[in-house]
């Protein structure tokens, strides 16, 4: 195959895998520019806030394919928005993801430097079985200022529905219970532990209950859970058994937190549902090989889903999946550069790696918003994209947000195209609204990205938009599917 060849074919597509006979090189440069869409963005910021809420009915329903499904529901029709504009309602969020980032941050220094959170002050306040095909629709939380997205399951038999956040970084799945010391409000009714003929506590002598980073025994028998995310939120309650219905399909004997003391900013959700690698996790309790899930703009009323045991198709861009030998929640890939309008960026590969104490490393989470950089790496990026931007107007910084423009006249912009580089030459382009987004409804976007003076780096959810995103846990590979919600 000629080199002119190459140049040509190069020139018009992105490159994923290497091309027989073409240089690597080459194979790494994917189209420059790429379009963004102002005029769509901003009518999705005008929208956000007037979703009228349609109730908390949600149940099962055909599904096109072989997985069961539940009826998709937004989110947002849940729970109205308390925002008066988007910029606020961006702040709300920008606020909360740092919150976050320093949670998971503290997470990793507490691990890496052998301190269990059962060594620090508390906050004052079973059996296997095969993970058949489960799906369960995921639904963007962006109307209530906090950026995670929800899933709807049923807790116990009968089934009280209830939405649930979904949680890479975390573990322990939770749902706040009555009798209530102290609950937040949530947008079902409280579960009723009473009414429910599955519900079982667990014996402090149990695997579930050693498990815990954080317990106590009441009674010399019943064990206790704790759980705090550094944002001031936290759950505190009975650690038990209880089945888990998603669609029509049940799972039985799930360990689950029942929250009787419950404060933060989980905002209408009654719970979370931890997709993360520890043992506690939903997805290691299901014994699930696989699972993926989609996450549909932050700022749309759609919905798409939460898949378990569901193959990723064959065009899937498969990355490493790593581990951190000191903490084991969460999901580690294996990037090795970024480019910028096609252009690779001087950043050595140990900016991505993981170290021999168990620092640095790259996190794939659902949970943060805002992907978060070394503070070298990431002034490396700002640096060539603001080089690419130059013919667009400057706007004034806005949060954790350094780089921002002024499109008030624009309805499209050209922004030049930022791609994740992995090994084996495979390279993920990312659509332009997953980096350049509105921080208000009136034109001024700004760069999705933000340093951090952690050593772990982490790519969120604004930037994992409209892609499908699979972990396959046998064979320790992450898959990225675009435009797959």
């Known amino acids: 195959m000629g080199l002119l060849f190459c140049i040509l074919f190069a020139a018009s597509f992105f490159f994923t895998a290497p091309l027989v006979g073409c240089s690597r090189s080459l194979l790494q440069i994917p189209r420059p520019m790429t379009v963004l869409d102002v005029a769509d963005a901003l009518e999705k910021t005008r929208n956000v806030l007037s979703f009228t809420p349609i109730g908390q009915s949600l149940s099962a329903s055909p ?13 947002a029709s849940v729970h109205k928005s308390s925002h008066l504009d988007y910029k606020s309602l961006t702040l709300s969020r920008l606020e909360r993801d740092s919150a976050r980032v320093t949670s998971l941050a503290t997470r990793l220094d507490l691990a890496v430097n052998g301190i269990s959170k059962s060594d620090l002050r508390p906050l004052d306040k079973g059996s296997e079985f095969g993970a058949e095909d489960l799906e369960s629709p ?13 899933s709807r399951v049923g807790i116990g038999k009968p089934p009280s529905q209830v939405y649930v956040v979904l949680d890479t970084g975390s573990d322990i799945n939770w749902v706040q219970c009555a009798p209530c010391a102290d609950c937040y409000q949530q947008s079902d009714p409280i579960f009723e532990p009473s009414l429910s003929s599955s519900y079982s506590p667990l014996n402090c002598e149990t695997q579930q209950c050693k498990y815990l980073d954080d317990s106590e025994c009441r009674n010399d028998r019943t064990c206790v859970y704790e759980v705090s995310y550094g944002d001031g939120s936290y759950t505190v309650g009975d650690f038990v058994t209880e089945t ?23 905002v209408g959700a009654g719970g979370l549902l931890g997709l993360g690698g520890g043992p506690l996790s939903f997805s290691s309790q299901l014994n699930a090989s696989t699972f993926s899930y989609c996450l549909v703009d932050r700022d749309s009323d759609s919905a798409s889903t939460l898949e378990f045991d569901s193959a990723l198709p064959p065009n899937a861009i498969t990355v490493p999946l790593l581990r951190n030998n000191q903490l084991d929640t969460f999901y580690y890939i294996g990037l090795t550069g970024i480019s910028v ?5 001087p950043i050595p590969e140990s900016a991505f790696q993981i170290d021999d104490s168990g620092n640095g490393g790259v996190i794939i989470d659902s949970g943060t918003a805002v992907t978060r ?20 107007p400057s706007a004034d910084s806005v949060a954790l947000f350094d ?16 791609s994740f580089h992995f090994p084996e030459g495979k390279v993920l382009p990312l659509p332009a609204k997953n980096y350049m987004i509105p921080v208000d409804s009136v034109g001024t976007f700004c760069f999705a990205f933000a340093p951090t003076s952690s ?9 994992q ?17 675009p435009n797959k919600c």
């Open 63 to 75: 599904s096109p394919t072989s997985l069961l499904s539940l009826q998709i529901h937004p989110r």
């Open 138 to 150: 995921i639904v963007s939380g962006s109307s209530q200022g906090s950026g995670e997205y929800f």
């Open 244 to 266: 888990i219905t998603l669609g029509s399909d049940t799972v039985n004997n799930v360990a689950i937190g029942c929250g009787h003391n419950n404060e933060g900013l989980f």
């Open 341 to 345: 309008g096609g252009e690779l960026l």
């Open 373 to 392: 950089l070394q503070t070298d790496t990431y002034n490396v990026l700002r640096d060539a994209f603001t080089k690419g931007t130059k013919n667009l």
């Open 403 to 418: 780089t921002c423009y002024n499109l008030s006249s624009k309805v499209s912009v050209d922004v030049p195209t930022l």
């Open 455 to 463: 050593t772990l780096s982490i790519i969120g959810n604004v930037q």
């Open 465 to 481: 938009q409209g892609t499908r995103v699979g972990f396959d846990l046998g064979n320790s590979r992450v898959g990225f599917v």
